[in-house]
């Protein structure tokens, strides 16, 4: 471990006591040092809560002592998609633990606006907005219906956030993967009603569970490129394609099958505060149990040897937290 100066807070940020940080597999390739849009040294952690340690007089209600979760996107406030409302896309992107550096430290200097107040969640819940809020902004872009068939390729963490924000607008989810152990997770802890197994004949399986119609949804959230061109034939004609996970290298399709379903293809990227807003409501209303998501936990201390563990398979991480106390 590394002793840096506690931040220096600027007009408009809060200075913030960072309480815990959720891990997720942008954390673990970039300490592997096999991340491809880091610069090094970094400090990382994105999925952050803690206390606000000192606050100016602000708008949003926020005072010296409130438990929040924190925003990591920061976004310019300027360029076409911030003036459009879509700050989650801004042209200048800075993403804390990712293009600047995070919160996986003791304390960190936060814009006020990116804070949102938690109060009667608990402070490990808190940190998990962020990944689920993904999952929300998707189900947002897709203007789900009730009773809609919808296909979450994936069971990773966002993923399952992806069908948990489903399954709350009143989807019909459909689960795939390859690991029968995650598959079955999906059922207990999102309420997925069929589980696919995408080594088994996947198409045959998708037209069985859906009356031959096909999911009018599909979500992928592999960042697999194989996966993410098979994503294309599981959609119903008139249906929509949302790539939730991302992957550097080109995916194709054929047009003339894409032409003739009329299929819609939507990216979606990071989440915005109503996102946030809406994770916080499943929260307190029970509808996603997070005691379940979070299935590994260790002190800050010990984060760096439990990081060599959570690397390997046979640990069947799902969610990881780090906490910071005292």
Not at 64 to 87: F, H, M, Q, S
Not at 108 to 129: S, Y
Request: aromatic content about 6%; some cysteine.
């Amino acid at each position: 471990m590394t002793e840096t100066d506690r931040p220096v807070t600027k007009p408009g940020e809060a200075l913030i006591r960072i309480r815990r940080i959720g891990i997720c597999g942008t954390d673990i390739h970039a300490f592997q040092g096999n991340q491809p849009f880091f610069t090094y040294p970094r400090i990382l952690g994105h999925e952050l809560s803690g206390v606000i340690e000192s606050i100016g007089d602000n708008e949003y209600g926020l005072a010296n002592g409130d438990e929040v979760a924190v925003i990591p996107y920061l976004e310019c406030g300027t360029c076409i998609a911030c003036r459009r409302g879509k700050t989650n896309c801004c042209t200048k992107m800075k993403v804390l633990g990712v293009h600047e550096d995070g919160g996986m430290r003791e304390y960190i200097a936060v814009p006020a606006d990116h804070l949102i107040k938690t109060g009667g969640i608990p402070i490990e819940h808190a940190a998990m907005l962020e990944p689920l809020s993904i999952g929300a902004h998707a189900v947002r872009r897709a203007d789900l219906e009730p009773g809609e068939n919808v296909l979450v390729i994936g069971a990773g963490p966002i993923g399952l956030g992806v069908m948990a924000c489903a399954k709350d607008r009143g989807a019909n989810v459909i689960a795939m993967d390859i690991n029968e152990e995650r598959l079955q997770f999906c059922k207990d802890w999102a309420g997925a009603a069929h589980a696919v197994n995408a080594a088994n004949e996947p198409l045959k399986q998708l037209e069985s569970v859906t009356g031959g119609e096909l999911p009018t949804v599909v979500f992928d959230a592999t960042g697999n490129a194989r996966s993410m061109t098979s994503a294309f034939d599981y959609a119903a004609h008139g249906g929509k394609l949302v790539y939730v996970g991302l992957v550097k290298s080109d995916i194709t399709f054929h047009d003339p099958d894409f032409h003739k379903k009329e299929l819609t293809l939507l990216a979606s990227r990071n989440a915005t505060k109503e996102d946030f807003r809406q994770v916080i409501r499943m929260v307190k209303t029970k509808s996603v149990d997070l005691d379940r998501y979070i299935t590994h936990r260790a002190s800050f201390e010990n984060a760096i040897d439990s990081f060599e563990t959570w690397l390997k398979p046979e640990s069947k991480v799902i969610k990881a937290v780090v906490s910071i106390d005292g």
